[in-house]
């Protein structure tokens, strides 16, 4: 079974960037980036397919966020600019089905322990 691993959250200002990092053990067909704000549920931010690089993106982020990967590295990015208040949440990554791209995050598992990312205003 595929084992995630996040990294690269942090705190931040209104207006700034990240950069997030989903490293891979394991085969995975898509990878999907997902938060979490405290009493809030699970929500897809967005999401790639390993073959293919197709994508898709919450309303909420497009413009603004970007997700890529690095095949050699089996790592999956999440380039966070133009960071708003509301996008404070932790931030999780999870395995995604062999059909291809889904916002629902039951469909995903395999989640990793989560990064934090805290946006000031």
């Known amino acids: 079974q595929v084992q995630l691993m996040e990294s690269g959250g942090g705190a931040v200002q209104t207006g700034g960037s990240l950069t997030l990092s989903c490293t891979a053990s394991?085969?995975?067909?898509?990878v999907g980036w997902f938060r979490q704000a405290p009493g809030e549920e699970r929500t897809i931010v967005a999401a790639?397919?390993?073959?293919?690089?197709?994508?898709q993106y919450a309303d909420s982020v497009k413009g603004r966020f970007t997700i890529s990967r690095d095949s050699a590295e089996k790592t999956v990015y999440l380039q966070m600019n133009s960071l708003k208040p509301e996008d404070t949440a932790v931030y999780y990554c999870?395995?995604?089905?062999?059909?291809?791209?889904?916002?629902?995050?039951?469909?995903?598992?395999?989640w990793g322990q989560g990064t934090q990312v805290t946006v000031s205003s």
């Open positions: 999870g395995s995604g089905p062999e059909t291809g791209l889904s916002p629902w995050t039951e469909r995903y598992n395999s």
């Open positions: 394991g085969r995975t067909w898509t």
């Open positions: 790639i397919t390993w073959i293919g690089g197709n994508t």
